[in-house]
């Protein structure tokens, strides 16, 4: 840290919902105090990680019976193939696995078709289910299989047509981004006699496949992983230019036990777990990667769901980024 912060003591990070009710898809992160011109720099950096660098899932192409493109009008649908390819790319859905995967439609009107009525696998969770894709007229009827995948970033439906170009497979421009929304602003904060610092408010809104803080999150342990490549934190230059607070008696900072210590979040969707996993690990409050590395065979093995197959894939995902469990020896 800024040798700064040991006059003015270290940043305080808090958060507050900004949804209704148990809306955690919304929220509204503050920290300060931070020395001059720190507020764009970081809020610069979590803002364009968060907007570009968080994987998320869309869909990516359509195959509708009967139409070989997407300038075609079906027999008994209001809409256009058009209108109903920009309706899927509106779609909110969760998928846990990053295989790509069909999900079928087939219907017969009169009949309003909504996201609901996707026959999904239980890799694959709707998010709006009362979202609009068509409208059947009577005697009109829909047989088509969507694609449904997870990914980073944009993705443009031209580029994924010269790779895969199939009669009758029409691509969709696929926007994985979970984030919908992104804001920063910077505030003037104040410690004693020092009115020239930081205070960095960070609203951040989710599309509900992860939390606000989950992409918090996320964001920041990426650009961690990115930062580490230009130094090594065992070799600091000018170290009395940085701020160490283990020597540093910083004043209105509390210095007990009961003070909570933030720990690193990494969420445990990344390690790509089968759905059924996955679902059994979330399901009993584990939902990172440095909780997981906390629990043993034998508090696994309690899970509700949770067998043989399962922690046999999780030594095996663990030991391929060099974790592990934890040894039951440490809790007897």
């Known amino acids: 840290m800024h040798i700064i912060q040991e006059e003015i003591g270290p940043p305080v990070f808090s958060s507050s919902q900004a949804g209704k009710g148990d809306d955690d898809a919304h929220a509204v992160f503050t920290i300060a105090p931070l020395p001059p011109g720190y507020g764009v720099t970081l809020g610069n950096a979590m803002r364009r990680s968060l907007l570009s660098s968080l994987p998320g899932t869309a869909v990516t192409s359509v195959r509708i019976k009967g139409v070989q493109h997407e300038y075609t009008t079906l027999k008994g649908v209001c809409e256009s193939v058009v209108d109903i390819c920009l309706n899927l790319k509106e779609l909110k859905v969760r998928k846990f696995n990053k295989d790509p995967e069909i999900v079928s439609l087939v219907a017969k009107g009169p009949k309003t078709i909504k996201a609901k009525d996707l026959d999904v696998s239980s890799d694959i969770e709707i998010l709006d289910p009362d979202t609009v894709i068509l409208t059947l007229e009577k005697g009109g009827e829909i047989d088509m299989d969507i694609t449904v995948e997870k990914g980073v970033g944009y993705a443009p439906a031209g580029e994924r047509n010269k790779k895969q170009n199939e009669p009758g497979l029409i691509h969709i421009d696929a926007t994985f981004s979970p984030v919908d929304k992104v804001r920063f602003d910077v505030e003037s904060s104040r410690v004693g006699q020092r009115t020239n610092l930081d205070k960095l408010i960070l609203d951040v809104k989710t599309n509900g496949s992860l ?34 607070f283990s020597r540093s008696g910083v004043q209105g900072v509390p210095d007990d036990d009961s003070s909570p210590i933030k720990e690193s979040y990494t969420p445990i969707e990344i390690l790509n777990f089968s759905p059924r996993t996955l679902n059994a690990l979330i399901n009993a409050g584990v939902g990172s990667i440095e909780q997981l590395t906390k629990c043993t065979e034998a508090s696994l093995s309690n899970f509700r769901g949770f067998g043989a197959k399962a922690l046999d894939e999780v030594h095996k995902t663990l030991a391929d980024r060099g974790l592990a469990l934890s040894d039951d020896s440490m809790d007897s």
Do not use: H, P, R, T
Not at 215 to 243: N, P, T
């Open 211 to 244: 939390s606000a803080e989950e992409a918090v999150q996320f964001a920041s342990q990426l650009l961690k992983s990115y930062f580490e490549y230009f130094g090594s934190a065992d070799k600091i230059v000018e170290s009395e230019f940085v701020a160490d």
